[in-house]
């Protein structure tokens, strides 16, 4: 974005030394209590210098939440900084912001964004009902959402946003692994399927594991490889360990992304049995590279992958699901297999791109404005 | 005879099974100590010991208290301490970590029992010298989390433990096998000890043998992913596309509460399954008396007294194939058994219950509820504690 005409801010509490290339300028909020201290010193005094009236009203809003001074600090480190720099859109990246920094919609006077994500939408105001609220409240007066699927688009309906102000914005993939190709060969001795993506239950690995037993007693040979950052959770090494699997299953750690795409690369097929997403980069960057995709039919997966199209999807929750897919494919002809993967490079080069990304965040962004 | 019981604290109100063993050896001439992490404010009719505190990150508070402790430790029991240091050196543990352990067990050390028994597996590491250096026998009592998951995240984590110890005690013969596989010594003495329920406590229900409709299904247990609720959504799902109307009743609480609502809504079940926290006895026992069904769907259980529970109450019990609920029910005798990540077997099972006939029913939860008062009752299980520490 910033290399096509926009200049961008970057609000929040800056955890490490990051830089980014192009017009972006950095207004952190320090972590260590002493330098928070002095930075809300300094741009409260900018503030009262350049915007009395705002200083009074934001600072009236604060304490009439909560009248403890440390609560006061920690708001002013953060919303402070915008004030004195108040852009034309405030794009808030994470819904529940909203209900942890009410304070920004009742403050800014500029243009009000909100993306659409993940558990944020998906899952945590299903049992957070506090959380639901402050959506239904807040939601009203934002200007313009962004989401990442059709389908998370749909399931904010139910927390307050219209249709009209929302805009789907899928994720890109960037032009480099477009450039990628796999070798797409006959499926040899053995199956080799792969998962990537963090250790959390939304990821739907117990299912794989379940499709994997069913291969297993079935007599059909594979390697399943679940690879994955973090400490791997008890429930996974339990089923593992209770379906006594061998060296067909293994769990491996995460790498750098171009070594990763290599070894995505030897693979058969890419496996996401998520029991929900927005939309999974791994899979857009599988179709991208050439590798096939097996996904559930959850979030908005199916506006990406078409069955025996350019990929394969199944319900979720279903490991004999996994299981007939995977059969299906050691059965196809290697013709279709690439007709198959040639469509779903072709896609996301059409839909996915970087260009088209930044073709429709500039027009949200300047719809916001008109 | 003097018994000293090592636990991570000292048991609340809740946990019947610790409180009701304790009593019942301290009513029966044991004196018994129990030696916690931490302290409740709770009354005990038994001695409780809490560990010395450790200070997490205040480093200038803990080296005092830990050269004060050791200090105290070396002047009250100075061959016991000193025997500690020279076996744990033994064991390949170098000068710094021998004396961490000795800190770690100050508060055990100088006492004189006859048993010092760690209530779970995990609670003797770090302990495992300690009985010898005293002149206490050392007993343990296995649990599902200790035998089942610790050791996979910590492999050979209990080597130590079976050189050391002189008597085990499991829920179940499951639960002893996989210690067995685990490297516990088939010489060390051992007992099983199921657990058990006070039946008198869980009257047998007036209409028992009869279903509802809807049928009422309950599962009773914590929010944990071994009991593998998610399981038991797709069974309800799947008894929904068979035309079968029913409601799901949910009793417990824990961390898993946002991925099993996310799963009933997703399977839009949301008017059928009701989850409803933690509730107290009395308003468990009366769900249980409105309940057709219990259904237990774990991954793993060491034995699981919710399912004695329900048989005693006279529910229908359908549970997983996980080893304990294998002992805990007799398939098609006192309940029923289906695969446990097979949502479809559970379903033919409990089809296959609302196409019985009310007296083929009645014959299943008398056969359960005459098994629980000869098998599981509370008393045996009180006399067999007192023989595991007295032979």
New interface residues.
Partial sequence: MSENGFEIFLFGKQTKNVSYKGDVKLFPTPESKIRLIFFVIKQSLELLINSPGKYFQISKIIFSRSPEIKNYILKAGLIFPILNNEPDIFHIQWAKTVERNPELMEILSCKLALSLRGAHI???P???KVLAESYRKYFPLIDGFHAVSEAIAKESLRYGTVKEKIQVIHSSVSDDLLKENSELCEVGNEIEIISIGRYH??KGY?YAL?AMKILKEERIKFKYTIMAQGEI???I???I??YKFGDEVKIIKGMPHKELVNFLKTKDILLLPS??EGIANVVLEAMAVGVPVLTTDCGGMNEVVKENINGYIIP??D?KSIVSKIKEYTLTDIYKKKEIVNNAKNFIHEEFSREKQIADFRKFYFSLIK | MRIGIVLPEAPKYSETFFNSKIKNLSESGFEVIVFSGVRNNKEHSFKNVSAYPVYRGRYFKQAVSFMYIIFKTFLIAPARALKLISKEREDGKNIADAFKILFLNAHIIHYNLDWLHFGYATMALKRENVAKVMGARAGVSFRGYDINIYPLKHPGCYEKLWKNIDKVHSISEYLYKKALKLGLSENTSYEKITPAIDVSLFQFKEDAGKIKNPLQILTIGRLNWIKNYETAISVMKNLEERGVNFIYNIIGSGDELERLKFAVYQEKLEDKIIFHGQMKHESINKVMDESDIYLQTSYQEGFCVSVLEAQAKGLLCVVSDSDGLKENIIDNVTGWIAEKRNPEDYVNKIINIIEMKDEERMEVALTARKRIEKDFRIEDQKEKFIKFFEN
């Fill in positions: 998906n899952y945590s299903l049992n957070d239950w939304k117990h379940d959770p008890e429930e090494l339990f089923i360990d209770d029991v929900e979720v929750r490991p």
